[in-house]
């Protein structure tokens, strides 16, 4: 079974990551890792941290000679802010007056529930951890689940749908279209649409001009995923689920949306399923679709279909020009605290949500092939290929 979990505060020392199940064998490729969490901190509007930053995943544990030996990898990501923060943030009790309260919570950041939550009375604790350099964590082992997945023919990308009132509009974008982002050396804001990718900027400056922050749409695809992962004989089991939980766990997103599935609610039966049809040579099985409106997933399975999930982001909850809250102390009126923010993380959450959805596919093509070795897994995937082919 494939467990994973973070660990880590956002000025403290480091991010650890751990990933336990991977079978042995797998070749890790530690510059993917690296360009996975290069195409993180990418982004227009993203902070100053970002220019701090330049993470990198040192592996302490489960990889020997290049390849996974089968037993917990965990991963090491240093916070070059750390030196910054010793003082402040030390794991020592360290001199109080060199601590960095935060005495009034931010509206839409975690501080506030946080704190009644673990009877703080200063939000420095809940946001550091709930902060989302947290996904910096999360994309390190993501790109382990790439690789992993990738041996199955799998690939997993993202573009940004939109940003604020910028939008490529209602359509469905092909796979084609999307890979050719991830050989981009200069990331704006992932955008398929040059036209749309302008006016995104455009919303992205104006929120900075006013301080303010914007949100937007990003879209996950998973190509090449064969029918038969997740499963409806139990609730959470459902891929849909599945996905809907691991992209919703990610910071500032609001909704989950799996293909056309929000103005499917709004249209008829006949405009919204995807009629089936047969061709012998095509796909997994021979059958076609003429459009993906389900995502490709149907009764929380995968139906051969690329994977479609998109995820709302709401505008980061940090304002240079901050909101009206209430000092932890004194319970006066005051303005929300500020130390420094981005304005646009849209493209960012998008690279965190392939991890996601990176990780969940892996957990459901372990659970379907099972292996300890990747030659024992590859060797029950195809046999599993070949039963498709035969059907
Ligand atoms: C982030 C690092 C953080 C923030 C951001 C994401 O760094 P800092 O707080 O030092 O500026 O830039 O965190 C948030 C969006 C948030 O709301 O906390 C990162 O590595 O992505």
Redo the contacts with the bound molecule.
């Keep these: 079974m494939l467990r994973y979990f973070t660990s880590g505060e956002?000025?403290g020392e480091a991010l650890v990551a751990f990933l336990s199940g991977m079978p042995a064998g797998l070749k890790i490729d530690q510059d993917f890792l690296n360009h996975e969490l290069w195409r993180r901190q990418q982004g227009y509007g993203r902070?100053?941290?970002m220019k701090i930053?330049r993470d990198a995943a040192r592996i302490l544990s489960g990889v020997r000679h290049g390849i996974a030996i089968g037993s917990p990898i965990a991963v090491l990501l240093e916070n070059k802010?750390w030196k910054n923060w010793q003082e402040s943030l030390p794991v020592e009790e360290g001199d109080p007056a060199k601590h960095k309260r935060v005495a009034s919570p931010r509206p839409g950041?975690a501080d506030l529930a946080g704190a009644l939550k673990y009877n703080f009375t200063d939000a420095r604790y809940v946001?550091e951890r709930a902060?989302?350099?947290e996904?910096?964590a999360r994309v390190a082992i993501g790109g382990l689940a790439k690789l992993f997945v990738r041996e199955f023919g799998i690939e997993v990308l993202s573009h940004v749908v939109s940003v604020g009132n910028a939008s490529i509009g209602n359509v469905e974008v092909p796979w084609e279209r999307i890979s050719p982002l991830r050989e981009r050396e200069e990331i704006l804001l992932n955008c398929v649409d040059a036209d749309a990718e302008v006016r995104m900027k455009e919303e992205v400056d104006l929120a900075l001009k006013t301080g303010d922050s914007v949100g937007g749409v990003f879209e996950v695809l998973a190509h090449n995923v064969p029918p038969g992962l997740g499963t409806y004989a139990q609730w959470d089991e459902r891929l849909d689920a599945q996905l809907a939980a691991a992209v919703m766990s990610l910071?500032a997103v609001k909704a989950v949306e799996i293909g056309s599935g929000i103005t499917a609610a709004v249209s008829l039966g006949s405009a919204v399923h995807d009629e089936i049809g047969y061709s012998e040579s095509a796909g997994f099985a021979g059958f076609t679709r003429g459009r993906n409106n389900a995502g490709g997933i149907e009764g929380g399975v995968s139906n051969g279909e690329d994977l479609r999930v998109r995820g709302y982001l709401k505008p980061?909850?940090?304002l240079r020009r901050p909101l009206q809250s209430v000092d932890f102390a004194t319970r006066e009126p005051v303005k929300a605290a500020y130390?420094?923010?981005?304005v646009c993380?849209v493209p960012?959450a998008g690279v965190a949500a392939e991890s996601m959805v990176a990780l969940t596919l892996a957990r459901c093509a372990l659970e379907k092939f099972g292996g300890d070795s990747i030659g024992e897994t590859l060797r029950n995937f195809n046999g599993y290929l070949e039963q498709l082919r035969q059907y």
């Design positions: 956002s000025h902070g100053g941290r930053e802010d950041h946001l902060s989302a350099r996904s910096a910071q980061i909850s940090t130390e420094r923010s981005d993380v960012a």
